[in-house]
């Protein structure tokens, strides 16, 4: 629910994965093998061998500028997936400083007291074993993840009816809709029963 793309970021991931995995490896190999590290030294022997000396670094450039390259996309990609990725969760739910009936003021409602009110309403209710709410942002608006355990044999119907109903309400508290993500899981089973 963080609204990033699920599909780039795990290729990236894998891509990253599968790089690193087939580094360390090679590492090993040549470390714990003498016939992994006469084949690297015989490999590795004229395209890396001006590396270090006074030799001319004609043969070792493009070598080495192709594996430079690909680290620093490798390395780009990565960055890329990592700041995409946070949670989407969010402190404030309503920001809004512009003046009602030529009153200057500010509201400000932030996501603790969402998840508080939801939490306050939802808990006690018969059907509900287990509880959690917050608040995050997804495609540039302020949603809410609501997930109930549910007692065994409660009715997901009733359930939801409820839980509309104390939506409803926040809805009219707060003057507009935030979209709700309501998880209702079973009780003693980890399979959801109805995602709306």
Do not use: C, K
Request: no cysteine.
């Amino acid at each position: 629910m963080n609204g990033t793309n699920r599909t780039l970021g795990r290729l990236v991931l894998v891509l990253v994965g599968l790089a690193f995995l087939g580094l360390g490896t090679a590492v090993v190999l040549v470390q714990t093998l003498p016939e992994a590290a006469d084949r690297w030294r015989s490999a590795a022997g004229p395209v890396l061998g001006g590396l270090g000396s006074g030799a001319a670094r004609d043969v070792a450039v493009p070598a080495w500028s192709w594996v430079l390259g690909g680290a620093v996309v490798l390395g780009i990609l990565a960055l890329l997936v990592l700041s995409s990725l946070g949670g989407g969760r969010t402190s404030t739910v309503v920001d809004d400083d512009g003046p009602v009936d030529g009153l200057p003021g500010r509201v400000r409602i932030e996501a603790a007291a969402i998840e508080h009110a939801l939490s306050s309403a939802i808990a006690p209710l018969p059907q509900v074993a287990s509880l959690a709410v917050d608040v995050r942002r997804v495609r540039r608006r302020t949603a809410v993840r609501i997930v109930v355990r549910t007692r065994r044999g409660a009715p997901p119907r009733e359930l939801v009816e409820r839980v509309e109903d104390v939506v409803r309400d926040l809805d009219a508290l707060l003057g507009e809709q935030l979209p709700v993500l309501l998880r209702i899981v079973r009780g003693g089973s980890s399979r959801p029963d109805r995602v709306r």
